[in-house]
């Protein structure tokens, strides 16, 4: 049952949908609260699209996930209807139903419109709301579009009206309540040329003008509207302009929080960063003096044994200068002798030759003379500075870039110097089976009979290859897959090959072991044991000569693995050792790859 409504509590506006800003058409409620045409709350969700995006509420802008299921208010339309009855005086403003409408047959030569009572709108809101609705944007032409059904009703309420055309537009858009139309509100200013309300807006010349404008040549054909309902109109806009603004303000407070929490963090990381270095260059400090001190240590104890061993050979030798000033003091004594006798019992003890040491290849030396301690310490100390001289470098570099593990960008520079290696032969230690084209090798479970060269590996199971390097910068990749055990590096030329092997920079090796699948090491003496996050399949191995370089590299993850630094005493040849097979769990081959050009 319909409810009654006072007039005097209901307007327009009440019942007036934000988006559409027409009387509400099947009102839905979404969660928040706010209400709208079921059309226009679902023609604005499709147009900002699904997807990943949020459903929001045009007023509030409350967001939803997921988009919600909106049902027609059965009592906002109820009230909405009652509204429209009520205004187009079907029923009385504060009657329940019964009678109320103007009999039009009882005046059938009466061409005006009957008197208007209060609480009644005229049919000519109906030509406006009609127009509004074939304004709007439509998604379908079928004949189920809400749009399309809402103007057909209007087009039928408007011909029911009255029996009279409608006004011109400018008459029929007035804004009618309950109490009337509102064409004699004392609040409008009036108008400078015929002194009447400016009662109405110009949409085509954006300006407010009376109804006398209107009938005008300059105004009459221009898209007028009432100027208080294009006023609530405007109002409406501004309230979701208004929104939307909050919700960027909002956004963008956010983000300033968000970037005042960042720059309170980075302050802190930055005085972490600096204590820490601070205190690792205090400590390298710290190092270098006690190595300072070792070195003069050094050369102290080193100066101190050379004049111990000096002073001794001084002494040795001034107590033979003596013993012989003495037996030719005693020659010269027996010269002058006139005994006979007595000159011939001493002369046969004197005559003999002294017990003398031969010093002619006795001499005083010692290292310091050499300068081999300052050319080392000064060696030492260009390398560390390069090496410091890098470090803003790479600082800079790791802040810029904080993925893990970073791609190292060496490795695009080293595979500029890829050469082309094969395995000799002659070097192979006989159970390795090197293939025809010197690229592979495996080791095989027996010796192969193969001539006994002086440069052939006999003990170990290694193998060097053709070329050889004294000087410039190389680069080459070797396969080693799912190989348990392998040695790859650099050997010098001059290396012993029969025998037992003392593998290290000091006697010619230059490597980077693998043992058991997962334990790496560089041989030292004693090994450097070696963390490796990323399992490689494929080595690559960079030497620069001159620098006494040598640096190891996983291809795949673009990762520098080790680099050791020394002075190669002469040529240098790639080293290789696929090892043993145990019991075939590393029968895989070493294979020599090409070098691809990484982008």
């Given at each position: 049952?319909?409810?009654?409504?006072p007039a005097a509590f209901l307007s327009e506006d009440q019942f007036t949908c934000s988006i559409c800003l027409e009387v509400f058409n099947n009102p839905v409620s979404t969660p928040c609260g706010h209400s709208f045409c079921q059309v226009c709350i679902s023609s604005y969700w499709e147009g900002r699209g699904g997807g990943d995006k949020l459903y929001q509420c045009p007023l509030c802008k409350e967001s939803y996930r997921k988009r919600p299921e909106l049902h027609i208010n059965r009592t906002l339309k109820e009230i909405t209807e009652r509204f429209k009855e009520i205004a187009i005086g079907e029923l009385p403003a504060g009657g329940t139903g019964g009678g109320g409408r103007e009999d039009p047959g009882a005046h059938p030569h009466h061409h005006h419109p009957p008197a208007q009572r209060p609480g009644e709108m005229p049919g000519s809101i109906f030509a406006e709301m009609l127009t509004r609705f074939q304004q709007?944007?439509?998604?379908?032409?079928?004949?189920?579009?809400?749009?399309?059904?809402?103007?057909?009703?209007?087009a039928v309420q408007a011909q029911t009206a009255g029996p009279n055309s409608p006004p011109p537009p400018y008459t029929a858009l007035r804004r009618y309540t309950l109490s009337g139309p509102s064409d004699t509100s004392p609040s409008l200013p009036p108008c400078p040329l015929h002194l009447r309300a400016l009662e109405f807006f110009c949409r085509t010349d954006n300006s407010c003008v009376c109804s006398v404008c209107m009938e005008t040549a300059e105004h009459r054909r221009h898209d007028a509207v009432p100027a208080k309902r294009e006023c609530h109109i405007k109002k409406a806009q501004l309230q979701i302009e208004e929104a939307e603004l909050k919700e960027l303000?909002?956004?963008?407070?956010?983000?300033?929080?968000?970037?005042?929490?960042?720059?309170?963090?980075?302050?802190?990381?930055?005085?972490r960063e600096i204590d820490g270095t601070v205190r690792l260059f205090s400590k390298l400090i710290s190092s270098v003096e006690r190595c300072q001190g070792e070195v003069l240590e050094v050369i102290e104890m080193t100066h101190r044994a050379d004049e111990h061993r000096a002073q001794s050979?001084?002494?040795?030798?001034?107590?033979?200068?003596a013993e012989l000033k003495r037996r030719s003091a005693a020659l010269?004594?027996?010269?002058?002798?006139?005994?006979?006798?007595?000159?011939?019992?001493?002369f046969s003890a004197l005559s003999s030759p002294p017990q003398a040491k031969d010093w002619s290849s006795v001499s005083v030396s010692s290292p310091l003379t050499s300068g081999l301690i300052l050319r080392t310490v000064n060696l030492l100390m260009e390398r560390f500075q390069e090496e410091m001289r890098k470090l803003p470098e790479i600082c800079q570099r790791s802040s810029s870039d904080q993925s893990v593990p970073r791609p190292n960008p060496k490795v695009k520079r080293v595979q500029d110097y890829a050469a082309a290696i094969t395995l000799d032969h002659n070097t192979a230690h006989p159970r390795l089976m090197v293939s025809v084209d010197g690229k592979q090798v495996h080791c095989s479970d027996r010796h192969q009979l193969v001539p006994d060269q002086p440069e052939r590996f006999d003990r170990v199971v290694c193998v060097l290859a053709h070329q050889g390097f004294s000087s410039g910068r190389h680069y080459w990749e070797v396969e080693v897959g799912g190989k348990t055990d392998w040695d790859l590096g650099v050997a010098s030329r001059s290396v012993n090959r029969k025998g037992k092997i003392t593998v290290s920079p000091a006697h010619g090796y230059w490597f980077l072991s693998l043992r058991d699948r997962t334990d790496y090491a560089f041989r030292t003496e004693p090994s450097t044991n070696i963390t490796v996050n990323v399992r490689p399949s494929r080595i690559g191995i960079y030497v620069d000569y001159e620098k006494g370089l040598v640096s190891f590299y996983n291809v795949e993850a673009r990762v520098l693995i080790y680099t050791f630094t020394d002075s190669f005493p002469d040529t240098v040849h790639p080293f290789f050792s696929p090892c043993t097979n145990k019991s075939g769990r590393n029968e895989a081959p070493l294979i020599i790859c090409p070098v691809a050009m990484t982008e």
């Open positions: 049952m319909a409810m009654a409504l709007l944007p439509t998604q379908t032409t079928h004949s189920g579009d809400p749009h399309h059904q809402v103007s057909a009703h209007l303000i909002g956004e963008r407070q956010r983000k300033v929080e968000e970037m005042r929490n960042s720059l309170q963090q980075i302050q802190a990381a930055a005085e050979l001084l002494r040795e030798l001034e107590e033979e200068i010269g004594q027996l010269a002058l002798s006139e005994d006979p006798v007595d000159f011939l019992k001493t």
